[in-house]
């Protein structure tokens, strides 16, 4: 059973606008979630985090946004570049454990 | 030059055969992982190690045979190597104070 969904296998964003991402989660337990982004051909490098006790947390033209309530979080980019063409995962980490849990990812092509 | 590296970056195997993918990392960091990225799965983790001579299993460890002598270093082997196992293989370090996680390259490995 999948505990981080990201339904969108792929995302199609113009240039210059805003590209969301989003992540929906079945367990209340976890309390610090992540987004990975990762180019062909390479390993995933850390994007952005928030801890549980937030509801925003904001990195230059990134910023996560997390619902609780909805156990929903989502990732913009504003504004989107050539560059943020990728796979984006979403993770979290359940309170006091060790390993991190990814959704299957979501690929953004920022078209020009 | 400091970070995580993984070798050999591409392998070709057949099946039946012992196949062992090195993981190297110099940040000293405490966690170590064993991921595999398929299509429509993410990535899976494999095996896991919180210090030298401590590992346990993760979500897919079936087939697989891991070992932590050294705070830098954790191989992952398939002892008999099967057409399932085909994939993309990434190995990641944390510090045990956060759960961001830094990736390797990958390793493609191909069982034929």
């Known amino acids: 059973d999948q505990q981080v969904k990201q339904n969108s296998p792929s995302l199609s964003v113009q240039e210059g606008r805003i590209s969301i991402l989003n992540c929906d989660y079945t367990?209340?337990?976890?309390?610090?979630f992540l987004w990975y982004k990762k180019y062909p051909a390479e390993g995933p490098t850390f994007l952005i985090s928030?801890?549980?006790?937030?509801d925003k947390n904001e990195d230059g033209r990134f910023t996560v946004f997390l619902n609780k309530s909805a156990k929903h979080l989502s990732l913009h980019i504003v504004p989107s570049q050539p560059g943020d063409s990728a796979v984006y995962f979403c993770a979290a980490e359940p309170n006091r454990d060790d390993k991190i849990i990814f959704g299957k990812g979501t690929r953004l092509h920022i078209l020009p | 030059d400091a970070g995580i590296t993984q070798s050999p970056r591409y392998k070709i195997t057949e099946t039946g055969r012992q196949v062992t993918l090195m993981c190297h990392q110099t940040w000293s960091h405490s966690y170590m992982f064993w991921y595999r990225q398929d299509l429509g799965h993410g990535l899976r983790l494999i095996y896991y190690s919180a210090a030298a001579d401590i590992t346990d299993k993760g979500e897919v460890p079936d087939g697989y045979v891991v070992s932590r002598s050294k705070t830098e270093n954790f191989p992952l082997t398939l002892e008999s190597a099967t057409r399932s196992q085909t994939s993309v293989y990434f190995c990641a370090s944390s510090d045990a104070g956060g759960p961001e996680q830094y990736f390797g390259p990958g390793t493609r490995l191909t069982v034929t």
């Open positions: 367990n209340s337990m976890f309390d610090y």
């Open positions: 928030i801890s549980s006790i937030k």
